[in-house]
């Protein structure tokens, strides 16, 4: 059993936000998870303290070689108050993996859930309960030794904010229209695209501007060799329903291994569909949507859950996926991860953590 991890609750708590209108990543709760490390204590001082501006030494590392990496999961509250989260485990594994892949001293996984589980319950009155919503728990780790010397930062701050969000999209569910990238890449194998590093979010931003300037939402990146075979969309996992087989391109190392891909991969072959991940290139998209076998494409996220892809334009050719309508596997996995997420279907898989 863990030490509770000592509490400074806020003096000054913020007014809640109307749950209706929440967006996505905006508004903060009223305490946060902070914790040191140095080399010759290790990790220390965890603590939870009201939300706050935190300090850092200008030459600071993780301002000038970017030593920084993050998780993203959520708690959702059901109408019984009950307060959940999903498969919180694996959003710790991930985190130490990208850990290792940038020189980040590892955390014990039990011991971050738990310390999640604690913060989430301080500031559990946050969690929205209308459909849709939840409260959004970021962790993250960044570099603070003040040196300008380009090595691994002997010391670092792991934090932990929550936000009470809604819908990733504001349409919802609604299917997104993505635009191919055909210049820029954002990952190559022996690179850090299966970690969730900040860095790859900032190598993305330039295309992802020039997608939203031609009315797209989000960008999905081909590989970084042959500039052919697809990799991942900007803010999630992607698949394919081609001739009744549904198709993810396979971990190659330069694609994030999604909390949210992992389940929807079980869930299909729970229920008994052909799943298989391999190389799959744009141009096998455009020749199944000629052959009228493209049946549907949805994308993978904690932050979206199911993203349904109602429009592929790469080199300006645009094609129409099951008619810009919701498809039928998007949506039943929708239904199926929300209604475990919340509470409200039975977990067949254990992928549920209850924590009050």
């Not at 989260?85 to 955390?107: E, G, H, Q, T, V």
């Not at 932050?303 to 645009?318: C, D, R």
Request: net charge negative; glycine share 8%; hydrophobic share 40%.
């Amino acid at each position: 059993m863990f030490t509770k991890i000592p509490v400074t609750k806020t003096t000054s708590p913020k007014e809640k936000p109307d749950a209706s209108g929440l967006g996505f990543g905006k508004i903060f709760t009223d305490h946060m998870f902070i914790m040191k490390y140095s080399v010759e204590k290790g990790w220390y001082d965890p603590k939870i303290i009201p939300y706050a501006p935190i300090t850092l030494d200008p030459s600071a590392m993780v301002f000038h070689y970017g030593q920084a990496i993050f998780e993203g999961l959520k708690a959702y509250k059901n109408d019984n108050g009950d307060i959940y989260l999903f498969r919180p485990d694996k959003n710790m594994a991930r985190l130490n993996n990208s850990n290792d892949r940038i020189c980040m001293p590892s955390i014990d996984e039990e011991f971050m859930v738990e310390v999640i589980k604690q913060l989430v319950l301080v500031d559990q009155d946050w969690i929205p309960s209308i459909d849709g919503s939840s409260l959004y728990i970021r962790p993250f780790i960044i570099a603070t030794d003040p040196f300008l010397g380009v090595h691994a930062s002997h010391t670092y701050k792991f934090m932990i904010i929550l936000s009470p969000s809604g819908n990733y999209y504001p349409g919802g569910l609604a299917p997104v229209k993505i635009l191919v990238e055909n210049e820029y890449v954002r990952s190559v194998i022996g690179g850090t695209g299966y970690a969730k590093v900040a860095g790859n979010y900032a190598a993305s931003l330039k295309a992802q501007s020039i997608a939203e300037q031609k009315g797209y939402v989000q960008v999905l990146w081909l590989d970084g060799v042959e500039r052919k075979y697809i990799e991942e969309v900007g803010a999630m996992n992607v698949f394919f329903k081609i001739n009744g087989e549904i198709i993810t391109p396979f971990l190659t190392g330069s694609i994030l291994p999604g909390v949210t891909r992992m389940s929807v991969i079980e869930i299909l072959k729970f229920w008994g569909y052909k799943v298989t991940e391999r190389r799959i290139s744009i141009d096998e998209l455009f020749e199944a949507q000629k052959a009228g076998t493209f049946e549907e494409s949805f994308g993978t996220g904690t932050a979206a859950v199911i993203s349904p892809v109602g429009e592929l334009n790469w080199k300006e050719n645009s094609i129409i996926i099951n008619d810009g309508k919701i498809g039928e596997i998007s949506q039943k996995l929708y239904d199926t991860l929300t209604g475990i997420q919340y509470g409200k279907l039975d977990d067949p898989f254990g992928w549920r953590v209850k924590i009050n």
